[in-house]
């Protein structure tokens, strides 16, 4: 159970799992948000990419519940942030979480609101409705761009992973994480 769970110096191997395999799927769920704001309709890659979007986006909000669960679980002995800038990290941290809850959540409601139904891998989850339900609508106008604020997000946190903490710093930080 330890190499599993949290410790104070090191992410355990289920947090690490999560971390890297689901940063693996949001970059690809990323590429195919890009193919679908920047190719033509025609084009076999962004029908390739786009049409795996739905799905994966819904494993990604599956995924980020389970982690949520796992980090809140471990959060006694998780790693710590201490200071001000480590407070500021934690709010960051939050920030990605809130995120990747809302952008695939705001979505699967309008399909549960919807006239056309929505599967996922085969099965049914909502059945279509005759009319449309439009509070269940509205949120999802703003699935776009709170995607690519959360692709912002994610960037500026690969920087201050790599750029400061590891190359400016020269701290442990990545490498509880590794
Ligand atoms: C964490 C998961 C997800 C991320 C990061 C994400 C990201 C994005 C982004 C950035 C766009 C804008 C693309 C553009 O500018 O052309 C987009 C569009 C879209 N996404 Fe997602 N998505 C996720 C999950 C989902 C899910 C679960 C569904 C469906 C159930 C979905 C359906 C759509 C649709 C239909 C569009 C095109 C219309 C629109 O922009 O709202 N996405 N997604
Ligand atoms: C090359 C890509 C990435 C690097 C180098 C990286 C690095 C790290 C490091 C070093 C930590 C530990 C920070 C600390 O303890 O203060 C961390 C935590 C975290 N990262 Fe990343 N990360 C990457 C990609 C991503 C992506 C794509 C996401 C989400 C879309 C993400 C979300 C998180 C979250 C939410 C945490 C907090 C710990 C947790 O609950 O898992 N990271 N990351």
């Given at each position: 159970?330890?190499?599993?769970?949290?410790?104070?110096?090191?992410?355990?191997?289920?947090?690490?799992?999560?971390?890297?395999?689901?940063?693996?799927?949001?970059?690809?769920?990323?590429?195919?948000?890009?193919?679908?704001?920047?190719?033509?309709?025609?084009?076999?890659?962004?029908?390739?990419?786009?049409?795996?979007?739905?799905?994966?986006?819904?494993?990604?909000?599956?995924?980020?519940?389970?982690?949520?669960?796992?980090?809140?679980?471990?959060?006694?002995?998780?790693?710590?942030?201490?200071?001000?800038?480590?407070?500021?990290?934690?709010?960051?941290?939050?920030?990605?979480?809130l995120l990747m809850v809302l952008v695939p959540a705001v979505r699967?409601?309008?399909?549960?609101?919807?006239?056309?139904?929505?599967?996922?891998?085969?099965?049914?989850?909502?059945?279509?409705?005759?009319?449309?339900?439009?509070?269940?609508?509205?949120p999802a106008e703003w699935h776009g761009e709170l995607g690519w604020i959360l692709a912002l997000v994610?960037?500026?946190?690969?920087?201050?992973?790599?750029?400061?903490?590891?190359?400016?710093?020269?701290?442990?930080?990545?490498?509880?994480?590794?």
């Open positions: 159970m330890n190499a599993l769970s949290d410790r104070p110096d090191r992410y355990g191997l289920v947090s690490r799992t999560f971390h890297w395999g689901m940063a693996a799927l949001f970059a690809v769920q990323f590429l195919s948000a890009a193919a679908h704001w920047a190719l033509p309709r025609e084009n076999a890659l962004r029908e390739t990419l786009w049409g795996s979007h739905s799905a994966l986006g819904t494993t990604l909000f599956l995924l980020v519940l389970l982690r949520g669960l796992w980090g809140l679980a471990n959060i006694p002995q998780r790693p710590p942030h201490s200071g001000a800038a480590g407070q500021a990290a934690l709010l960051g941290h939050v920030a990605i979480y699967l409601l309008a399909a549960a609101g919807g006239t056309r139904g929505f599967s996922y891998l085969g099965i049914p989850v909502f059945p279509a409705r005759e009319t449309a339900i439009a509070w269940m609508q509205a994610v960037l500026g946190h690969i920087a201050m992973a790599t750029v400061w903490h590891r190359l400016i710093q020269r701290d442990n930080v990545l490498q509880r994480m590794t």
